[in-house]
């Protein structure tokens, strides 16, 4: 079995190219659920839409998120009721799109969950409804968010308040300056695959950002030390090409939390559990001082703007870990 700890897009694009390399009744994905969210009354659960929507062919590709050819009808028209609100209600937030066709899996999860299912079991039943064959973990069964603090007094709230990540990267768009990142719940919280990360043959941490997608799954009891137990085993992708994340805001992050904004600052952050690191021909030069850090170095295309490109990353991240 192969093991991937995932976040979103880069993830999913990974786990894609995986899929033509190996059967994906042999890969199993261990995925981020500190972005979960409650919108509507309804559980909305980020991640997982995206890794199960682009392996199931249905993401919108110019997006990287949400469902292709989809109408936003019922977005639209809540912006009715958000104009005669109350000042101090949170009724028909407009600000977090949620697509039609996209409102079917939030409106499935949540029932499922009222009636007593784990998320565990939801997933799964979503991943049937996809057809897919690859199995899709949520980090934990429990309630863990991802909370962001706030560097400086903004539109967000004031120096030291804490918004949710959502806010963060919908709301506001990531344009706030952030000062921690936490995760609520977390200490108490039970993970899931613990077991995998044990038994499998090889473990790979997909491009995914190190601090908000990949950090909450490593929150988790008993995670970092399953890694660190078989630490030669793990290989981790940089999501960091050139200084720069190729989506989203993980190199703004990484500097405003103090981390070096390249491949060595990701080495840094993976090195107690990861003992191998790709990085991109961009960052070839940079190889020798990710091995400083007491990892090996593979240097590859890692920018998977193709199913060949994402294919051929995988296999040498099996390779990696063997």
């Known amino acids: 079995m192969i093991a991937v700890l995932a976040g979103g897009v880069g993830a999913a694009r990974f786990l894609r190219g995986l899929m033509l390399e190996v059967e994906p009744q042999h890969i199993s994905s261990i995925v981020n659920t500190g972005d979960d969210t409650v919108i509507h009354g309804l559980h909305i659960a980020p991640d997982l839409d995206t890794v199960t929507y682009t392996l199931a062919g249905a993401i919108d590709p110019q997006r990287g998120w949400g469902l292709e050819h989809e109408s936003w009808t019922a977005m639209d028209a809540l912006s009715r009721y958000a104009n005669i609100r109350p000042l101090n209600s949170h009724a028909a937030p407009t600000w977090f799109n949620l697509g039609d066709k996209d409102l079917a899996t939030h409106f499935y999860r949540t029932a499922r969950l009222a009636e007593g299912a784990t998320l565990s079991q939801v997933t799964n039943e979503i991943a049937q409804a996809w057809e897919l064959d690859l199995q899709l973990i949520p980090m934990t069964d429990d309630s863990v968010r991802t909370m962001i603090t706030l560097a400086e007094d903004c539109a967000a709230g004031s120096a030291g308040s804490h918004i949710s990540f959502q806010e963060y990267f919908v709301k506001y768009r990531h344009s706030v300056v952030v000062s921690a990142i936490t995760f609520a719940g977390s200490p108490v919280a039970k993970p899931n695959g613990l077991d995998l990360l044990a038994s499998a043959e090889s473990i790979v941490i997909a491009p995914s950002n190190p601090l908000v997608s990949i950090a909450p799954i490593r929150s988790l009891a008993g995670v970092d030390a399953a890694l660190s137990a078989r630490r030669d085993s793990v290989c981790a992708i940089s999501p960091i090409v050139n200084g720069a994340a190729l989506k989203g805001p993980a190199d703004r992050l990484m500097s405003e939390l103090g981390h070096e904004s390249s491949v060595v600052g ?40 193709s199913s060949h490109v994402s294919a051929e990353l995988a296999r040498t991240a099996l390779e990696a870990t063997r």
Request: proline residues 5%.
């Open 266 to 305: 990701v080495a840094k952050i993976y090195a107690p559990v990861c003992g191998t690191l790709i990085i991109d021909h961009a960052d070839a030069h940079l190889a020798p001082a990710v091995e400083a850090q007491g990892m090996r170095c593979v240097v590859t295309n890692t920018i998977m703007n």
